[in-house]
């Protein structure tokens, strides 16, 4: 054991391994680098508090404790890591790389890699979860919650081992010809494995969309109305987001595989493709606010506090203004009704 990790804590591995990959090495702090930095963080930083504002709505609310609500919220969170990973990333990218042990380098790494695996989790438990409701007609009650807790701490589970596969062994310290250009420590075969993992499980989920539309075009029963309709259209567009941010990462991974060492120039600039992805995460909230209106009132509660308690400070001391009205958690719609145990929802009252 003490041979397989003696490299672990050697601090001129990096160094080596970006030598063996790239062409020149960019060690230059130049102003151009440290506005990128800055925009960056700043990016990660709205990524994290949309994400937070998603979960603090979610879990305040039994209102969006359904089925449906679980798994995007468990979405929020893996896009609330990313922008925390990202930030790391960053900021342990350019110089300080080379001064990382191969330890610290995959721990950084492989952060990114394991918010991305419960990212792509998340997405086939909301298909799985919509094929259930749609195609299958079944209700989810509250004797299911513990399954939807277990499927959601598996998918994390999961994400941890496949995240963590190069630090346990699979990387290719001592075996240089093995290595990744855009991720040096890495061996092109783990990455390849990743990808393609990734891209069988959108291809399923893709699938299960398609299952599910067909279901609903052929069917006459009520849960083909077009609150539905809406609901579906929804959760596909979060698909969409997430392919579109993220195929050209994936390409350039497929890309790294297929390219004999240094020769592949596009490969150098690899991280640009990755800061693209990582809009999924910053647009990934917007979707949900935009088309539920019950998660954007209960997301922008604490904002109208805030402007309530300012309007309060402003009037001090004049006449009174009219008084604000407390925020409901759920719309006119379902007042002096009982919660819809279904995860379908009304349209124009909860689209998610």
């Known amino acids: 054991m003490g041979s397989l990790y003696s490299e672990y804590l050697s601090p001129s591995k990096v160094l080596e391994h970006y030598n063996y990959t790239k062409e020149t090495l960019d060690t230059q702090e130049s102003t151009s680098r440290w506005v990128a930095l800055a925009v960056i963080v700043l990016i990660c930083f709205t990524i994290v508090v949309e994400n937070l504002m998603v979960l603090i709505a979610v879990a305040r609310n039994s209102k969006f404790h359904s089925a449906m609500y679980l798994f995007l919220g468990n979405l929020a969170a893996s896009d609330l890591l990313t922008g925390v990973a990202f930030v790391a990333n960053t900021l342990l990218s350019g110089p300080v790389t080379l001064g990382l042990t191969p330890l610290e380098w995959f721990a950084r790494e492989g952060s990114a890699f394991i918010t991305l695996s419960a990212s792509v989790f998340s997405l ?63 061996t092109k075969h783990y990455v390849l494995c990743v990808v393609t ?138 007042r002096g009704t009982h919660m819809p145990t279904s995860p379908t929802f009304l349209e124009g009252n909860t689209m998610v």
């Not at 195609?135 to 496949?162: E, F, H, N, Q, T």
């Not at 240089?176 to 040096?184: I, K």
């Not at 890309?255 to 992805?277: E, G, I, N, Q, T």
């Open 197 to 334: 993992i990734f891209s069988v499980i959108l291809l399923a989920i893709v699938a299960l969309y398609v299952r599910i539309y067909c279901v609903v075009r052929s069917s006459h029963v009520d849960v083909t109305g077009p609150q539905t309709l809406a609901l579906l259209k929804t959760v596909t567009i979060v698909l969409g987001v997430f392919i579109v941010c993220w195929l050209p990462a994936f390409s350039i991974l497929l890309l790294d595989y297929a390219c004999p060492v240094r020769s592949c120039p596009v490969l150098y600039k690899a991280h640009y493709f990755f800061a693209f992805a990582t809009l999924n995460s910053l647009l990934n909230p917007v979707i949900y606010t935009w088309r539920s209106r019950d998660l954007r009132r209960e997301v922008l509660r604490p904002l109208q506090c805030c402007r309530r308690a300012a309007g309060v400070q402003g009037r001090r001391g004049g006449t009174p203004g009219h008084r604000l009205l407390p925020l409901r958690s759920s719309s006119s719609l379902e």
């Open 124 to 186: 086939l438990a909301i298909a799985i979860e919509r094929h259930v409701a749609i195609a299958k007609v079944k209700l989810y009650g509250s004797d299911k919650s513990c399954r939807m807790l277990l499927l959601i701490v598996a998918s994390w589970l999961i994400s941890l081992v496949l995240g963590g596969l190069p630090i346990l062994g699979w990387n290719c310290l001592g075996h240089l010809e093995a290595c990744s250009t855009v991720l040096p420590l890495y």
